[in-house]
């Protein structure tokens, strides 16, 4: 069974640049997360999708920070203008249904904005 | 809000030592507890507790809920070199999206 697919593995921009991540999951996983992880902190959930409705965007910075899953399956998320604090590492993962402890995670994009 | 600490923060042992790592958590709804092994970016599934004083065990590693005292152990016995990795503990609340709360990991290294 293939894993999550994430690309790209590693990003440099400039602040105020734009960047996209994506995220194709494992087939037939209903569920998706996106998560921040920054340098010696735990991931962050960022946003939840449930087929191609969004579950939970509590902690999405709405104001930057975009995602999408068109068609219930592949998913990017995209962040305009990066800033700073946005350097780490964002992770997808999925699952067969919302609140499944089998959450698989992809490889991860480590994102570094200078 | 969901909270989860983790202890300690990192720990440096020789191999065939045995390490116990720790984590509390504060949760309105408790579902389920974590365990995962994230060795370079994605984490991968350890264990899952839900039930008290029920020991999980996989090889060298074990781990063990108690729900009154609200905290989980990892115990990995005989460490390897391979073992060195950052350990997540999460809580998974009931009810909501019920998504995963995170603490922020205990850092492993074992060294030769």
């Known amino acids: 069974e293939a894993g999550v697919a994430q690309s790209p593995r590693y990003k440099i921009i400039e602040k105020r640049q734009s960047v996209a991540f994506w995220c194709n999951p494992i087939?037939?996983?209903?569920?998706l997360y996106w998560y921040q992880q920054i340098l010696g902190q735990g991931p962050k959930l960022l946003i939840q999708f449930q087929n191609n409705g969004v579950v939970d965007d509590s902690q999405l910075p709405k104001d930057r920070f975009s995602a999408e899953r068109l068609k219930g399956v592949d998913s990017t998320l995209k962040i305009q203008p990066a800033k700073l604090e946005d350097s780490a590492v964002y992770l997808c993962a999925s699952s067969p249904w919302t609140g499944s402890y089998e959450q698989y995670f992809g490889p991860g994009t480590r994102l570094t904005v200078t | 809000e969901d909270k989860v600490v983790q202890s300690p923060l990192s720990l440096v042992v020789h191999e065939g030592d045995t390490v116990t790592l720790n984590c509390s958590y504060e949760?309105?709804?408790?579902?389920?507890l974590l365990w995962y092994k994230q060795e370079k970016k994605a984490p991968t599934f350890l264990f899952m507790l839900?039930?008290?004083?029920i020991e999980k065990k996989s090889g060298r590693l074990s781990s063990i809920l108690d729900k009154k005292e609200l905290s989980s152990i990892l115990n990995i016995t005989a460490t390897q070199t391979g073992d060195s990795a950052i350990y997540l503990c999460?809580?998974?609340?009931?009810?909501?999206?019920?998504?995963?709360?995170f603490g922020k990991g205990t850092k492993l290294t074992v060294n030769p």
């Open positions: 949760v309105t709804n408790f579902r389920s």
């Open positions: 999460a809580i998974l609340p009931q009810g909501g999206s019920e998504k995963l709360v």
């Open positions: 087939s037939g996983h209903a569920t």
């Open positions: 839900t039930s008290s004083g």
